[in-house]
T-cell receptor, first 112, second 116 residues
Framework: DAKTTQPPSMDCAEGRAANLPCNHS???????VYWYRQIHSQGPQYIIH???NNETNEMASLIITEDRKSSTLILPHATLRDTAVYYC?????????????FGGGTRVLVKP | NAGVTQTPKFQVLKTGQSMTLQCAQD?????MYWYRQDPGMGLRLIYY???????DKGEVPNGYNVSRLNKREFSLRLESAAPSQTSVYFC???????????????FGQGTRLTVV
């Protein structure tokens, strides 16, 4: 699996959009970009994933650059409950036993 | 539908003791995983099972054994616990649900293990 690089921490104001960058310059053509978050040492929670098109769901939006070497997770209106560690992961989707390799993630603090 | 259930939630062991961490999923997933997370660190893969009857080593397998008992259950065993194995252990599963391949992984709430 390709490695990812994320800033170690960032702050965000409540109600504002939070933009979390991720660099994955060695991503392969069949690897997807996944985002998970971990709130206060709970089990990680899936947020969103994508291959090359931008994706949106009820939690967030994912913007992937055209060359697929980087992406941005957008939390459109951050709340205090979005304070968590956010992990960007690249992996082959759908294959049995495909592993999730976690890096250090970005610790996001949403402030009132 | 409970998702991924881990037992116990907390455990304290003495050095040299053995124990088994249990994990069960009710989503009919093929693949299951065991991770450990040390304080302030990301998750590291210990072992995984791509499907019933198969297991493979992850990043940090030393000191652990696993058993894929059936499709639902994947256990992690510490034969002789060491203080370096003090950590939070997470089980996860992923795979098909019904006719759809769900590619995201679902995690349990973790087992907090302290070895003294």
């Amino acid at each position: 699996d390709a490695k990812t690089t994320q800033p170690p921490s960032m702050d965000c104001a409540e109600g504002r959009a939070a933009n979390l960058p991720c660099n994955h310059s060695t991503i392969s053509g069949n690897e997807y970009v996944y985002w998970y978050r971990q709130i206060h040492s709970q089990g990680p929670q899936y947020i969103i994933h994508g291959l090359k098109n931008n994706e949106t769901n009820e939690m967030a939006s994912l913007i992937i650059t055209e060359d697929r070497k980087s992406s941005t997770l957008i939390l459109p209106h951050a709340t205090l409950r979005d304070t968590a560690v956010y992990y960007c992961i690249v992996r082959v989707a759908g294959a049995a036993g495909n592993k999730l390799t976690f890096g250090g993630g970005t610790r996001v603090l949403v402030k009132p | 539908n409970a998702g991924v259930t881990q037992t116990p939630k907390f455990q304290v062991l003495k050095t040299g003791q053995s124990m088994t961490l249990q994990c069960a999923q009710d989503m009919n997933h093929n693949s299951m995983y065991w991770y450990r997370q040390d304080p302030g660190m990301g998750l590291r893969l210990i072992y995984y099972s791509a499907s019933e009857g198969t297991t493979d080593k992850g990043e940090v397998p030393n000191g652990y054994n696993v058993s894929r008992l059936n499709k639902r259950e994947f256990s992690l065993r510490l034969e002789s616990a060491a203080p370096s194995q003090t950590s939070v252990y997470f089980c996860a599963s992923s795979g098909k649900t019904g006719g759809t391949m769900n590619t995201e992984a679902f995690f349990g709430q973790g087992t907090r293990l302290t070895v003294v």
